[in-house]
């Protein structure tokens, strides 16, 4: 599978952003799909995991009630809702397919990132 994330660009604090992940396989609707990031000089970061049919939602605690994940399987498209945006969210945001959404691993698909910066 193919994924190539987009939508990410220089924001304010405060400001809201969203991101779509398109996928090339119309397998798309089989994977589990979720983001993370990477700040320079971090580590990455899970950030939100849905399930291929969107039944369930998990966030991590960083972004859990300012980010929303979804997803479109006829258009095979994934989502990232971001609001409220801080400083401390500016990354590089990858999307990612094909893990267990128990364990979040493994991450068998990785997209091309998109770069989300936050000014303060």
């Known amino acids: 599978v193919q994924l190539q994330a987009s939508g990410g660009g220089l924001v304010q604090a405060g400001d809201s952003l969203r991101l779509s992940c398109a996928a090339s396989?119309?397998?798309?609707?089989?994977?589990?799909m979720g983001w993370f990031r990477q700040a320079p000089g971090k580590e990455r970061e899970f950030l939100a995991a849905i399930t291929w049919n969107a039944d369930r939602t998990r966030y991590a605690d960083s972004v859990k009630g300012r980010f929303t994940i979804s997803r479109d399987n006829p258009k095979k498209t994934l989502f990232l809702q971001m609001n409220s945006l801080k400083a401390e969210d500016s990354a590089v945001y990858y999307c990612v397919a094909g893990f267990s959404f128990e364990t979040i691993s493994p991450l068998v698909y990785w997209g091309q990132g998109t770069l989300v910066t936050v000014s303060s």
């Open positions: 396989e119309r397998t798309f609707g089989d994977y589990n």
